[in-house]
Each structure stands twice: as structure tokens, then as C-alpha cells.
């Protein structure tokens, strides 16, 4: 790969250890993947926020860069976290909390901006051709295949290091040849809702790999898009897919989706007919509309004493959405921002049994969470959070 002097300066430690080692992660990914040179990126996000997924040697790790020079370049945002300041931090021991601060204090004193979000799309715009360096699959999905942005999908040492350097090796998806579809997914039954769309996304992740799909008959909102990649990305490695049949004749795989494999998948994500005590609206982090079509559905309900009905959000969306945040609180549930029952300690809180309107919450907790799941729309979700003990 070829590099200008100020990166080979920076390689050979010029800049201090922690760019020196950014440079090596780069490098050595770039010489892997066939890349020429880095390019500047526009933004990074940083995933491994989490106490709970990183654990103790993470801290280690993160103490060593940001003690030792490592300061980004980038504009650079954060993923969730394993609690919220307001309704979780007094829910759990302080020897986990601190250790979360912790990392958070870290990030902040290598200048990344703590917003604890899976959805830094919300924040800012971002235009069609930026190249960026983000981690967290969801958004790495999002923000090729429906904001036209690139990216690869970084993991935490990488994202953070492209961040350190401001730069990325420009190999995967940031060069053109390698955004073109290679199947074509017909689909060939109308989906209807948002869990429609993640239950899709987890079948095809699980056929696709890494493969890049091009849709025949797909018309979902963003928000129902955001659950296919979301979906896609959890159960397989995708990083992008097209919305349309693409111009151009390539010579493409074919594959076709009919009814009956949406049902299979859904009835796959399933564990249990169990009450749930956990209700979860918000993976990936919902968006204003998301928020604005919970406040509709729970105007004048109450949710019942037994259950806990959670809207996971972005501070920023949360800030948003003032008046649709006071009728869910009002209705007794909660907005909690910073964080996801994914990454948290939601077992610890008693939670036996979660619903969610989330195909990719679906398919991790009964692994991460050791909990009960069941996938159904939004509008089910909150008639069972609001029914009659
Ligand atoms: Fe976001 Fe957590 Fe889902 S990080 S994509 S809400 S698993």
C-alpha cells in the first residue's frame, strides 16, 4: 500500500505509540484486503462501548491508547453503552457502572463525542459518496444501502484507529467495482410490517453472507429498511444492499422469497408463548417517526404494573420528540437513551421473557440475554404492554 510520508512518519512513531499503532492496524488491514493507499474519511463510529460485551481487558486497552496520544482526527461518534444515566444506572451494582464510566471517560479523552447511539445517521447528515469508517453492522448497512454512503464494516480496533488517523485503506466497499449486487432477491409476497421486513432480513443474512443483494419488489419505508439491514447484518455479513434491479445487465445469481420463508423466520425468532415482562421498541434506535407512532398508539393506555415497556432512542431523537416522549412516560413507559437491552444486564433486572418488534434484538437475546423472546409488530407489542394483567 502506498503511503505519503506524513503516514509513514506516523508508522515509524513519529506521532507517538498510539498513532503509531493506529497506522499498523491500518496498514496491515490494507495489505490483507488488496488496498492502494488510505483515503480521508468523514466520520468514524466506534463500536465496543459496552462494559458489558468488552469487559475488564478492553479497559486495559483503551487506557493504554487514549494515555498515550491517541486523539482523533475524525468526526467520530459512539455506540450504546450498557445503561442510562436516569431510569438503569441505580438498577445496577457500582462495580459494573463505574467500570462503564470508565470507558466512556476514556473515549471522551480521545475527543469522540459520547453519543451512545447505534444510529449516528440521525445526527447528522450524511451525504450520498462520503466515505466513512464506521463500525456497528446496523449502521454500516444503513448507511451504504440507503444514505449511498461507504463504508466497510470496521470492527472496534479498526474503526477506532481510522479514527486516530482520519483515514481508511480503500479497499471493500469504498471502491465502486465492489458495491455492485451480485444476487437478485425477488420478492414475491407483500410485507406488511416492520417485522416482515426483519424477519426477511434474517433469512437472507443467514443465504447471503456477504453476498450483495439487489431487491425486485421491495417498497419498504427507511424505517422498514433499517430493519432488514439491521436483520441481514446480525444473522450474515452484510454490508449493503440495493433497492432496485440494477440498470446495468450483470450477470446475477437469482433467488425469490415467498411467504412462506418470512413466516418460517419469524416462527424461528419465537422461544416462547410465555407473558412477556420486558417490552422492547427501539433496536436499532428508533427515529422520530418510530417515536411519534408509539406516543399514537399509547395516547390515553396505560401499561400494565407487571411490564416494562422500553423505547430505545438517541438523545439526540429523544431531545426531538419532546411531546410524543411525554405521552409514552405518561402512559408508564420508559425512553431510555444511551443504551439497549442487548448490551445491558437486562437478566439482572428480573427480565424472564422479552417482545420486541425487533428481528435483531430477536435473534440475539436468547444468547446475550438468557432471556425468552417473541417477535411482533409495534402495534401488538404495545397492546400486550397496555392489556390487563
Ligand atoms: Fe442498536 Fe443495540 Fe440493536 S446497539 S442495533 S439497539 S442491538
Known amino acids: 500500500m502506498h503511503l505519503t510520508k506524513q503516514e509513514e512518519h506516523r508508522l515509524d512513531g513519529e506521532y507517538g505509540w498510539a498513532n503509531q499503532i493506529a497506522m499498523k492496524i491500518l496498514t496491515r488491514l490494507g495489505d490483507l484486503f488488496g488496498a492502494t493507499r488510505l483515503i480521508p474519511i468523514q466520520s468514524a463510529h466506534v463500536s465496543g462501548v459496552s462494559y458489558k460485551n468488552i469487559g475488564d481487558t478492553a479497559i486495559d486497552f483503551l487506557n493504554e491508547f487514549a494515555s498515550k496520544g491517541g486523539r482523533t ?6 455506540n450504546p ?4 444515566q436516569e431510569y438503569l444506572l441505580k438498577r445496577y451494582p457500582k462495580e459494573f457502572t463505574v467500570k462503564q464510566q470508565r470507558i466512556i471517560e476514556l473515549y471522551e479523552k480521545m475527543l469522540i463525542k459520547p453519543t451512545m447511539t447505534c444510529t449516528p445517521y440521525y445526527l447528522r447528515k450524511i451525504n450520498a459518496g462520503q466515505h466513512l469508517a464506521w463500525a ?17 464494516r470496521e470492527g472496534a480496533p479498526s474503526a477506532l484507529a481510522a479514527a486516530i488517523v482520519g483515514k481508511t485503506p480503500n479497499y471493500g466497499v469504498h471502491q465502486y467495482e465492489n458495491r455492485q449486487p451480485n444476487v437478485l432477491v425477488t420478492v414475491e409476497t407483500g410485507l406488511q410490517t416492520e417485522t416482515d421486513y426483519g424477519a426477511l432480513g434474517i433469512h437472507l443474512g443467514k443465504l447471503l453472507k456477504d453476498k450483495i443483494p439487489a431487491f425486485e419488489g421491495l417498497h419498504g419505508s427507511d424505517d422498514n429498511l433499517k430493519q432488514l439491514g439491521a436483520a441481514m447484518a446480525a444473522s450474515g455479513m452484510t454490508t449493503l444492499f440495493h433497492t432496485r434491479t440494477p440498470k446495468k445487465k450483470y450477470k446475477l445469481e437469482t433467488m425469490s422469497i415467498e411467504s412462506r420463508d418470512i ?3 419469524r416462527s424461528s425468532l419465537c422461544t416462547t408463548d410465555q407473558t412477556p415482562n420486558l417490552i422492547l421498541i427501539g433496536c436499532p434506535h428508533c427515529s422520530t417517526s418510530e417515536v411519534k407512532s408509539v406516543a399514537q398508539k399509547l395516547e390515553c393506555k396505560r401499561v400494565n404494573k407487571n411490564t416494562e415497556l422500553w423505547v430505545c432512542t438517541s438523545r439526540h431523537v429523544k431531545d426531538r420528540s419532546v411531546k410524543y416522549v411525554d405521552v409514552i412516560e405518561r402512559a408508564g413507559g420508559h425512553v431510555i437513551c444511551d443504551t439497549c437491552v442487548i448490551v445491558s444486564w437486562i437478566k439482572n433486572l428480573g427480565v424472564h421473557t422479552l417482545m420486541t418488534n425487533s428481528a435483531k434484538t430477536a435473534f440475539y ?25
Open 73 to 78: 482526527q475524525a468526526l467520530t461518534t459512539l
Open 81 to 84: 453503552s450498557s445503561f442510562d
Open 136 to 152: 456497528e453492522s446496523s449502521a454500516v448497512v444503513y448507511a451504504n444501502s440507503i444514505l449511498n454512503a461507504w463504508t466497510n
Open 263 to 265: 413466516e418460517e423466520a
Open 365 to 389: 437475546a436468547p444468547t446475550l440475554n438468557e432471556v425468552e423472546v417473541k417477535l411482533a409488530p409495534q402495534e401488538q407489542c404495545i397492546q400486550v404492554a397496555c392489556a390487563s394483567p
